[in-house]
């Protein structure tokens, strides 16, 4: 289907709903509703708070009236004039409910606003403003008289932020099914096995068992098999915030690593740690490269300069004397909450027609993005070359490092291009590895303007994106998986993507209380697999990080949009799909036809010129 | 220095593998010395030995040695070295891998780097030192070099001169062409079946249509009943090119105007281009194009008896919407500059550095946005057409260039037949070829015009545009349509050599008599026509012109009774394609609701809820918005979205010869081969049920082996690999084609790094 219409682009494609077996009722044809609530759709767990007429002011459609549902889990609007319009079309589907539905989890708000004050004359001009953290706002328009505004802004505020108001996130309440427990997805020892570890030169180190050596990282850590316990806590003494340099991903024929860590405690002093020194040349030695040790720091050189004066720094060349070290010009996460800003304003509510590539241009997104793939390049490149191991990191080592490691193993471990490597890539590198999901998307928390807050994961996705759409026969998954995995890195209905670190996931249980994402995934996956999938064993992917290819994830960043919308579902995987039917339903014919020929051929009165002869054909062709 | 007689041939020619015999020609001939292979009529004028073509970008290890030629036709770089590095090659059957036929060559550049000359060279010009290196800018954005170090400095000079005179020609009967069909007109006075057809070939594959020329009464008579148009008869008044030099012999005119009428509102119009019917709607409004009335007193009048005799052409007589193209668009002068900057921007610019402000720098060079601006303003007619039942009438100054693109784009987005590959290919001859664009002063062939304007493209980067967005719609894929840009730039195929159908005639005329040719009949000599693709590629090549995802108007689908509906208003366009035998499309038809398909989502639309509309932008704006709500109908009207996000860069077209830009093992091209495995094994299987139910007499005459695509199922689960050879340059290689960076740290990069880069004649020239 193309661009739907006005009505049901809103409530997109991918947003919850449609993933639930629920049914919806539809508004009777004449506008006239009964129940209403029965139509709205409901999670177990969830529960109703209140509704109310509201007139949503649509950017693309104008006010349009509407009742709004709140529940504990989302902002449900139907639209209550069902404004059939006027063509032709609308008669073909009148069968249809052609009502307009905004289904908006909670998660996704980030701030909520009044708009005009009890003077406000204009025509819809008193209500809230609530800007999303996927790319929208929504304006409601209320009445004056009552408390209807400060009911609602007071409903919302609570069950939006309840971090704020001490109430749990839906992901505590919600009680969904499924018959596959996305928490069992991610088994680091599993996964290191995979990885061939632990092996001569790497051992599995159990000294974090209760994060008492760096309570941002995993229980489980990979270390050079030389290394002591007592050799780590020294070196995470000299690393900021304890986050000693460990194992990401090892080749499994020239066993080059690519290990992650924080950077190095060197101070405006230039302070050295023989420690940490003569740990990275243990990680050096541990593949029979003679080669340097290659360093990426993620950061532009400036800023890693600028470190040292609150006690960081980077590996200076007379301290660290078998490596090498590269600066990739990758900035900070407020340079890329900007940038995000700028995207939002180029494309939402309108998009900047007239100067669209300069305008695009001027939000940096794609240079941002072009700069992470590029460095992720290298550290692909470096490790399969065979040349050196890699050692990354940027200040704490858990966003642009996290970035920068999971897409180098994304194009070096085809396993992790499978839905469920996928899930584990993500699962390890982002989540076991401390990514500050919590702070950078603030579930449930009212702070919006929180200077923590950016979107480093959301980039990483993009990136994704950007190498699916230069591979498209590399990846299992589709556009949709990942946009899934966006929709509810927001919508706290997921235990998932909850919290800074494994230690506070552990302190909440978020295991046993929870649902994981990969539970809803893992138990729809035929709706998140590329057809053009081919799966390929040891292949290294190398985009190709150039302005000319990159591009704006338009069905992303621009979804709300019902004119910009692209053809949803790309209508390359539906023709694909199409003719997969039509050879099933080819061959079925053919057996069909073969089983009533193979009857024919016990007749004696059949002849032997009959198209019986061809069988062995077919069946040898097929 | 070069006579206009030819000097005896020296080597010895081959003639081209006759049809039948192509895919036995597929393994290459072995060359033992180095000689270039020729075609009928194709001369060495000079030639020089030891050359170096340079092939990587950074590194002389790959270099290739051998032997540069300058023929009648090409330039030829013949080499015993295997080509390095490259994973796959397109052959063309007409050009070797090394060789840039002259009319593709855009710039000649010699340099001395020891004395740290360069010069442009134009023709006639005299060389004041002895090339170190020559560098050939061609018109299809590669770069070609080589080095002349260890070959004889004054044999390289000549080459290089021979190159710069004989691909700047004085005169249009210089171009190879001319000499080609002498030669097969000479031969085939001994011989019975030699004369070239002329007509236009088959696609390849599937397909063995032909091409309509609309060179005749009958084709236009075709179109006109193909078109369901009432009202609108074929005129001959134009035979002999009695009114008009720039007007097809034969041309479609409202039936009410009688010939004495036509004879005389015809004086007053720019080159005697009065209106020419295009195209007419099922619903009876036509498209109409002509050249601007240029008799002031007589204007008033003349539009009055035209517009009326259109109006009473339609069945509901509904009024005229004239569309005045040089104030809606932008001119071909914009045009130009735009590709201009375009190209400096892709092949150019050192890729590095433009890196940084691609996306501004690309929107600075306007091309995006004047290909939008086509696609619009065709849009707009269409919704005038189609929905308004309006009959418009392009005005263009002389009518003959942006009424060509804008005509095309709208019966493409209108009629499913032109996104056929016969369909399309008819389409340029009717509103290209005959209907006089001037592709030799357009295309500047003979490298003198001032006209230069790459039109013809932007209408195939138009008509991408609306591939890219549908997909299924479109017959071809855009490997036929880069291919077809590619063979304008090869003066053999007398499609693209003219200004007009009467120059054909004429100067092929004039040749003829030079050459002591005997015509017979014929009006002119028979070109090589471009739509006999067997001339340039093998069938199995030419299967890459196919588009797997095309849904074809018979290939079996089922469709919701709604759009059966819509579509039966279609229903009077013939369709060219063929399709499956009438007994299997009824054995299907009961079954094919069960399968899931597109139109089923039809349920899922909801209608616009915005009200708004008023006037005529009003109807427009919901005429836009209402198609985008319906799942596209792929037989029916198609139009483009027209967001700026929605236009993009062609990167096939314009990126294939630039390493740096090459997916490896990647792009759309790998779906594509998915996908055609796929659509082959459903064609295999069709096949199969049809030989089993046709009964053993019909199977044997069932095409065993006969597959619409390059890349084919080996069985039923069979999931390949993605080829080593795939790259997002597929069918391309960039391999052998050099970029700037490779030119940075040469001396010549000293020379190219001041000057504005694809050179003009007027900033470098200065030499001596």
């Known amino acids: ?622 | 220095m070069f006579s206009l007689k030819p000097p005896r041939p020296t080597f010895r020619s081959y003639l081209l593998p006759p049809p039948q015999a192509e895919d036995a020609f597929d393994s290459e001939p072995k060359i033992k010395k180095l000689e270039p292979v020729l075609l009928p009529g194709e001369i060495v004028v000079n030639e020089v030995s030891f050359v170096r073509k340079c092939i990587a970008t950074d590194t002389s290890q790959y270099d290739l040695w051998g032997k540069l030629i300058c023929s009648n036709f090409k330039i030829s770089f013949v080499t015993d070295d295997p080509m390095p590095l490259q994973k796959f090659r397109y052959r063309n059957l007409l050009l070797g891998e090394h060789d840039v036929p002259l009319t593709c060559i855009e710039q000649i550049v010699t340099v001395n780097d020891h004395k740290r000359k360069q010069k442009v060279l134009g023709p006639n010009q005299k060389l004041k030192f002895n090339p170190t290196e020559l560098i050939i800018y061609c018109k299809d954005f590669r770069i070609v070099r080589f080095r002349f170090d260890e070959s004889g400095p004054e044999s390289a000079k000549k080459v290089c001169l021979a190159i710069a005179h004989y691909s700047q020609p004085t005169d249009l009967q210089l171009l190879f062409a001319f000499e080609y069909v002498g030669k097969k007109y000479h031969n085939s006075a001994n011989t019975l079946n030699g004369i070239p057809t002329g007509g236009g070939g088959g696609a390849g594959g599937g397909s063995s249509q032909k091409t309509p020329l609309f060179e005749t009464y009958s084709d236009w008579d075709r179109e006109v009943k193909r078109t369901g148009a009432s009202g609108w008869r074929v005129c001959s008044i134009n035979e002999g090119y009695m009114i008009s030099t720039c007007l097809p012999e034969y041309f479609v005119v409202p039936s009410s105007l009688a010939d004495q009428d036509l004879k005389t509102f015809s004086h007053s119009f720019v080159g005697r281009r009065m209106p020419l019917w295009c195209w007419s709607h099922s619903n009876g409004s036509a498209l109409v194009r002509t050249a601007l009335i240029k008799d002031l007193l007589q204007q008033r009048k003349i539009d009055q008896r035209i517009c009326n005799a259109i109006t009473k052409s339609h069945p509901q007589r509904s009024d005229v919407y004239k569309s005045d193209l040089d104030k809606t668009l932008p001119s071909i002068q914009d045009i130009q500059a735009a590709f201009v900057k375009l190209k400096q921007l892709c092949v150019n610019e050192p890729f590095g550095e433009t890196e940084e402000r691609w996306l501004s720098s690309l929107e600075g060079t306007r091309w995006l946005e004047y290909v939008r601006a086509f696609l619009k303003h065709s849009a707009e007619l269409v919704y005038t057409l189609e929905s308004r039942r309006v009959s418009v009438v392009l005005q263009e100054e002389e009518g003959r260039d942006l009424s060509c693109v804008v005509a095309s784009l709208v019966q493409v987005m209108l009629d499913p037949h032109f996104r056929t590959i016969p369909g399309f290919q008819s389409l340029v001859q009717k509103e290209w070829v005959m209907s006089g664009y001037q592709f030799l002063d357009r295309c500047n062939h003979l490298k003198r015009s001032e006209k230069e304007s790459p039109l013809f493209l932007l209408f195939l980067d138009a008509t991408w545009q609306l591939l890219e967005q549908h997909p299924a719609a479109f017959e071809f894929s855009e490997t036929y349509l880069a291919v077809l840009g590619d063979s304008t730039r090869i003066s053999l195929f007398g499609t693209f050599l003219f200004n007009s159908p009467h120059q054909r005639v004429k100067q092929s005329t004039e040749f003829a008599i030079s050459k002591n040719i005997q015509l017979g009949d014929e009006k002119g000599l028979k070109f090589p026509s471009v739509w006999d693709w067997s001339l340039q590629f093998t069938a199995k090549d030419r299967t890459l012109f196919h588009n797997p995802l095309y849904v074809g108007r018979r290939t079996p689908c089922a469709r919701s009774s709604a759009v059966k509906a819509f579509r039966r208003t279609k229903k009077n366009y013939s369709s060219t394609l063929r399709g499956m035998p009438a007994s299997l499309r009824n054995g299907l038809l009961s079954d094919q609701e069960s399968l899931p398909r597109r139109n089923s989502l039809i349920l899922q639309v909801r209608p616009d809820p915005s009200p708004h509309a008023g006037g005529q932008d009003g109807g427009l704006e919901q005429f836009f918005r209402e198609w985008l709500c319906k799942p596209a109908d792929l037989h029916g009207v198609l139009l483009p979205h027209l967001s700026a996000t929605h236009i993009k860069l062609w990167k096939l077209c314009y990126f294939r010869w630039v390493p740096e830009a090459q997916i490896d093992r990647g792009g759309f091209i790998t779906a594509f081969h998915r996908l055609s495995l796929l659509a082959d094994e459903v064609d295999v299987l069709s096949r199969t049920l049809r030989q089993h139910r046709a009964g053993p007499l019909e199977a044997c005459y069932a095409e065993l082996d006969q597959s619409r695509m390059y890349f084919r199922a080996r069985g039923p689960h069979d999931t390949p690999e993605t080829p080593e050879f795939l790259s997002s340059s597929f069918p391309f290689s960039p391999v052998g084609n050099l970029c700037r960076r490779s030119i940075s740290g040469t001396p010549l990069s000293k020379f190219l790094s001041g000057a504005k880069i694809w050179l003009s004649t007027e900033t470098l020239a200065n030499e001596d």
């Not at chain 1, 049914?23 to 006239?32: F, M, P």
């Not at chain 1, 000319?548 to 960043?557: A, C, D, I, M």
């Not at chain 1, 023709?575 to 039917?581: K, N, T, V």
């Open chain 1, 1 to 622: 289907m193309r661009s739907s219409s006005m009505a049901s682009a809103p409530t997109s494609k991918y947003n919850s709903r449609s993933l639930e077996n629920e049914s919806i009722k539809r508004t009777s044809r004449d506008g006239v509703n009964r129940d209403l609530s029965e139509a709205v759709p409901r999670l177990p767990g969830e529960i109703r708070i209140t509704d109310k007429e509201v007139i949503y002011i649509c950017p693309f459609n104008g006010p349009i009236k509407g009742r709004v549902y709140i529940t504990n889990y989302r902002l449900y609007l139907r639209s209550l004039e069902t404004k059939l319009s006027l063509s032709p079309v609308v008669n073909l589907t009148s069968c249809q409910d052609s009502a307009l539905i905004l289904d908006v989890p909670l998660g996704v708000i980030s701030r909520i606003e009044k708009m005009g004050g009890a003077t406000s004359r204009g025509e819809n001009s008193y209500g809230l403003d609530i800007t999303c953290k996927d790319m929208r706002n929504l304006r409601f328009a209320l009445k004056q008289e009552g408390h209807s505004r400060r009911d609602m802004f007071e409903i919302l505020t609570r069950h939006a932020f309840p971090l704020s108001h001490s109430l749990p996130i839906f992901a505590f309440v919600n009680e969904e099914k499924f018959n596959v427990d996305g928490w069992m997805v991610y088994n680091p020892v599993e996964e290191y096995r995979r990885q061939g570890l632990p092996n001569h030169h790497w051992r599995i180190t159990f000294i974090n068992k209760c994060y008492e050596l760096c309570d941002t990282y995993p229980p489980l850590l990979v270390v050079p098999f030389r290394a002591t316990d007592e050799d780590l806590k020294r070196v995470a003494t000299f690393r900021s915030r304890n986050r000693i340099p460990v194992l990401s991903w090892i080749h499994p024929e020239n066993k080059t690593v690519i290990v992650r860590c924080s950077q190095p405690l060197v101070g405006m002093s230039g302070k050295r740690n023989k420690d940490d020194e003569k740990y990275l040349d243990v990680i050096r030695e541990t593949n029979r490269q003679i080669s340097k040790l290659t360093i990426y720091d993620a950061r532009p050189n400036v800023n890693a300069v600028a470190n040292k004066a609150t006690g960081g720094g980077y590996e200076s060349d007379d301290a660290y004397h078998n490596t090498e070290l590269f600066f990739l010009d990758i900035h900070n996460i407020h340079v890329m909450r900007e940038s995000l800003k700028k995207v939002k304003d180029i494309v939402y509510p309108n998009v900047e027609e007239s100067h669209w590539l300069s305008s695009l241009e001027s939000t940096h997104w794609l240079e941002h993005i072009k700069l992470i793939l590029t460095g992720a390049i290298q550290v692909a490149d470096k490790v399969s070359s065979g040349r050196s191991s890699v050692l990354v990191h940027c200040s704490d080592g858990w966003d642009r490092t996290a970035q920068l490691t999971s897409l180098a193993m994304l194009m070096l471990d085809s396993f992790y291009r499978s839905i469920e490597g996928f899930e584990i890539l993500v699962q390890k590198e982002w989540i076991s590895f401390g990514h500050k999901f919590a702070s950078r998307i603030g579930h449930g928390d009212k702070n919006h303007a929180d200077a923590d807050r950016s979107p480093i994961f959301l980039q990483f996705i993009d990136c994704v994106w950007q190498m699916s759409k230069q591979f498209p026969t590399a990846f299992e998954f589709n556009e949709r998986f990942l946009m899934t995995i966006l929709d509810h890195l927001y919508s706290c209905r997921f235990g998932t993507f909850l919290y800074n670190c494994e230690s506070a996931r552990e302190r909440q249980k978020v295991t046993e209380r929870t649902v994981s994402l990969w539970s809803l995934i893992n138990s729809n996956k035929d709706t998140f697999k590329n057809p053009f999938y081919t799966k390929e064993i040891n292949r290294v992917l190398y985009p190709v990080a150039s302005m000319r290819h990159l591009e704006l994830w338009v069905n992303y960043y621009i979804r709300w949009n019902p004119r910009i919308k692209q053809q949803q579902p790309n209508p390359v995987e539906q023709r694909y799909m199409e003719l997969l039917a039509l050879r099933d339903e080819y061959i079925k014919r053919l057996e069909e036809l073969q089983l009533a020929n193979s009857a024919k051929l016990s007749d004696p009165s059949t002849s032997p010129s009959s198209p019986s002869q061809m069988l062995p054909h077919v069946q040898t062709h097929f």
